[in-house]
């Protein structure tokens, strides 16, 4: 089960939701900005114990598929959030 979505705009700014809601409603919230690519965001833990996001899929409603450098984007955006 899929708990989260992504969008990344462009400039790379990303932004991560709850899956209740869909990507167009999100994107609304964002209109100044562009959707480049969007998807499902899965979570795990690799081998250091680190918090890993991985991006896959697609929006059915924006017409987008995740990138492949999206995973790097998520990864960089819990990085940032847990260094204090």
């Given at each position: 089960?899929?708990?989260?979505k ?5 400039e790379?700014k990303v ?9 167009v ?6 209109s100044?900005?562009?959707?480049t ?6 979570f795990?833990?690799?081998?250091e114990?680190?918090v890993q996001l991985?991006g896959?899929?697609e ?14 984007l998520?990864?960089?955006?819990t990085?940032d959030?847990?260094e204090l």
């Open positions: 089960m899929n708990n989260a992504y969008i990344v705009f462009n790379r932004v991560v939701f709850p899956a209740l809601m869909e990507h409603e999100m994107a609304k919230r964002f100044e900005w562009k959707p690519s969007a998807g499902f965001v899965s795990g833990v690799n081998e114990g680190d991985s896959y899929g929006s059915i409603s924006l017409k987008l598929k995740a990138a492949p450098d999206d995973t790097r998520l990864t960089r955006l990085r959030a847990f």
